[in-house]
């Protein structure tokens, strides 16, 4: 079935911190200006490199089988208009002196990384920086890629010439993924995420550039549903509360806050921590221990604000 191209939801609008709105307004703002550049260099390459076969003589045009194109474009689920750029991005370098997919590879990476970080921040405004980045790495690593490409079986459809000890790694590799296999000690073969990102270059020149519709087909590519969001966000009450606690604390003439670490530990997401905290009051010692965060100060903040709370 041929996609329906739509626009990218922009998501639930959310109060949050000023100053992280603020940021994330400049965060958006750079991202445009950064994609018209790129755009202007994807046009600057596609008349330079592109264009100077696309009206050439069928001699020098690539002769895939047209079996291979139509199996490509099913798992796609896109046609090309331009069927040489599905050749070029399934042509490896020991193929052809005068055609590999490394260009387009190089657009691919670029655009995927743009259009999944549009993704998540439209997904969900409340994210951090770091959240979002994150999130995107996660999403178009070359680990994540590579197993993307081998789910999908794209290995098979790649031309290639004298290249039996790559292709034996990938076998292994891609048997591994197929069958559930533990494949994480497995190196991963840097080709399988080329691939990836070449068939999203070619893609992205064959819409003339456009990024909502490139993303309306990868998005299912990538099984980026799978990519969990973290829900770990900073609500502007948090926000400040070790202030708020130490002026409390002034201002009742009780002993200062004492801030204790609970936890530090890695996570899927990065390094998690929780925080207590205990004042002297006049009734005793009251104490508090905060949420999980992110990092230190907003787990001194979330312990900071329960204990507030509870005052």
Not at 140 to 161: D, I, M, P, T, Y
Not at 196 to 223: C, M, P, Q, R, S
Request: net charge positive.
């Amino acid at each position: 079935m041929e996609h329906h191209f739509t626009q990218l939801d922009d998501g639930a609008s959310v109060d949050g911190k000023p100053a992280s709105n603020f940021g994330a307004a400049v965060a958006t703002v750079l991202l445009a200006l950064l994609l018209q550049i790129f755009c202007r260099c994807c046009r600057s390459i596609y008349r330079n490199h592109v264009k100077k076969y696309k009206f050439s003589s069928s001699s020098a045009a690539a002769n895939m089988d047209r079996s291979i194109i139509a199996a490509v474009e099913k798992i796609l689920k896109y046609k090309f208009k331009d069927k040489r750029l599905l050749e070029e991005a399934l042509t490896h370098s020991s193929c052809r002196e005068d055609m590999s997919y490394e260009i387009l590879e190089f657009i691919g990476d670029a655009v995927l990384g743009l259009a999944v970080a549009t993704h998540f921040f439209r997904l969900e405004p409340r994210l951090n920086s770091d959240q979002l980045t994150r999130l995107r790495k996660k999403s178009v690593s070359n680990k994540r890629l590579a197993h993307v490409a081998a789910r999908h079986g794209l290995n098979r459809f790649v031309r290639r010439k004298d290249t039996a000890p790559l292709d034996l790694i990938v076998r292994k590799y891609v048997g591994a993924v197929k069958q559930g296999d533990d494949h994480k000690n497995l190196a991963v073969p840097g080709i399988l995420a080329d691939i990836v990102e070449a068939l999203a270059g070619a893609v992205y020149l064959d819409l003339n550039f456009d990024l909502t519709k490139l993303w309306t087909i990868f998005k299912d590519v990538l099984v980026i549903d799978e990519i969990k969001v973290p829900k770990d966000f900073k609500s502007s009450e948090i926000i400040g509360a070790q202030n708020k606690l130490y002026g409390l604390c002034g201002k009742r003439k009780w002993g200062n806050p004492v801030y204790s670490e609970v936890k530090a530990a890695l996570c899927e997401y990065g390094m998690k921590y929780v925080y207590s905290v205990k004042v002297e009051t006049d009734d005793g010692v009251c104490g508090h221990e905060g949420d999980e965060k992110s990092n230190p100060k907003d787990a001194r903040n979330s312990a900071a604000y329960l204990l507030l709370r509870s005052l």
